[in-house]
């Protein structure tokens, strides 16, 4: 007999229960994006994966506190963007990484998709130097709503704000964004 | 989607994200031997009734009743009163818990963190002041766990035991509590606005005040006093 995959419902309610493994199944459907989450965040790979761990573990002890049926996701992640936020602001002037396109690495570890090949490498580079040069508060918000595919909703959650704040700060954002790219164009 | 909107989105493939760790293979073990301790409602300890039934309406209560206090037991928030008569309280009536919300907008309501002995199968908030946290169905809860914030309710919440009532002081992380059992009936009595008003309530359990830092909690139940302190000692 085959059995169909736990939903998430079912897999958040066994953890409750102290199911380990149904835990671990969850880490590993969220892991990339709580760690992309936390490196956007610190721009910096240690920084963002203590962070992701370390907000695991604190939703696996806040588990018992976890309203039944709400989403997941957003929770963890609201969990994932305050550790983040908290190893930004006590990296100081630690370096952080600017993004970077995968294209411009020296090693060709992941592959374009056909949709990312469609940008020359000269267009994402100009994309992602503009992005840079927004505001912190502006550039998380278009990296949340567009590079992580997050909801209005999520984006909330985890920047702490409105979502009417997401939908004014993304939409200010790119304004900046449009006039920065016109200005370098 | 505007044409720098794709580009964007277009961009999503292209970052040159670090590798995500493996989290999983390296938490899900750890997380499982240490398992959060929460203690779990027992079902043995709550099975057997219904507890607190909140009537509808709002009575007054008679000069009479008023005064025939006889004892007066004081908790920060909180007052019981003992009196010979009790005031006549509907016996079926649904329950008056207030409005049924998140937890969040609960906590956000009423401008303070929530306790609980587990999560609560409904929480609700009346009057922006009293969260009531509900174990079991609602209509049949098994266990309710009201609190609210002593310091701005001073005198604003009392409890009236009947004469058949046994009240008894206990402590509770060092803290001092009530613990009402033996009469089913209890009437919550508030005094907003300056005025007494009494909310009938009825149950077939007993009840435990008592005061935690800022806030007084009320657990009822089908407890006896060893349990419900058991219980009120787990509250976190």
């Known amino acids: 007999m085959v059995s169909r995959p736990l939903t998430e419902d079912e897999l958040v309610e066994q953890a409750r229960q102290g199911d380990g493994a149904a835990f671990g199944t969850l880490i590993r459907d969220h892991q990339e994006i709580a760690f992309r989450t936390a490196y956007l965040i610190t721009r910096n790979a240690a920084d963002a994966e203590d962070a992701a761990q370390t907000a695991f573990v604190k939703a696996y002890d806040a588990l018992p506190r976890f309203r039944r049926g709400a989403p997941w996701r957003p929770w963890l992640l609201a969990i994932v963007a305050n550790e983040a936020r908290n190893r930004r602001r006590s990296a100081g002037r630690r370096e952080h990484l600017a993004l970077r396109a995968a294209h411009d690495l020296p090693s060709g570890d992941a592959a374009p998709s056909p949709e990312g090949s469609l940008l020359a490498a000269e267009q994402r580079q100009t994309l992602l130097a503009a992005l840079e040069t927004l505001r912190e508060e502006e550039r998380l918000v278009l990296s949340c709503r567009y590079l992580l595919d997050l909801s209005e909703e999520e984006t909330a959650v985890a920047l702490g704000v409105r979502r009417g704040t997401v939908k004014s700060r993304t939409s200010r954002a790119l304004g900046r964004l449009r006039t920065q790219l016109e200005e370098e164009g | ?236």
């Not at chain 2, 207030?98 to 999560?119: C, H, K, N, P, Q």
């Open chain 2, 1 to 236: 989607m505007t044409e720098l909107e794709l580009r964007l989105t277009s961009l999503r493939e292209e970052i040159a994200f670090p590798e995500t760790p493996d989290l999983a293979a390296r938490l899900e073990r750890e997380l499982a031997a240490r398992r959060p301790t929460r203690p779990r409602l027992r079902p043995l300890a709550i099975t057997l009734a219904v507890l607190v039934a909140m009537a509808a309406g709002v009575l007054v209560l008679s000069p009479g009743a008023r005064s025939a206090f006889l004892e007066i037991f004081r908790l920060e928030g909180a007052t019981v009163e003992r009196v010979e008569d009790l005031p006549n309280v509907p016996t079926t009536e649904r329950l008056q818990l207030g409005e049924r919300v998140s937890r969040e907008e609960a906590e956000r309501l009423l401008g303070f963190e929530l306790v609980d002995l587990g999560e609560p199968d409904a929480v609700f908030v009346r009057d922006e002041r009293i969260a009531t946290l509900v174990y079991g169905p609602i209509e049949r809860p098994r266990l309710v766990l009201s609190q609210l914030r002593g310091s701005i309710f001073e005198g604003f919440v009392k409890k009236t035991a009947g004469a058949g009532t046994r009240v008894d002081e206990v402590t509770v992380k060092g803290e001092r509590g009530l613990f009402v059992s033996g009469e089913q009936h209890f009437v919550m009595f508030r005094d907003e606005f300056g005025r007494i008003a009494d909310e009938p309530t009825y149950l077939a359990g007993n009840t435990l005040l008592w005061n935690r830092g800022p806030l007084l909690l009320r657990l009822e139940g089908d407890l006896d006093r060893t349990e419900a302190l058991e219980l009120a000692r787990s509250v976190r």
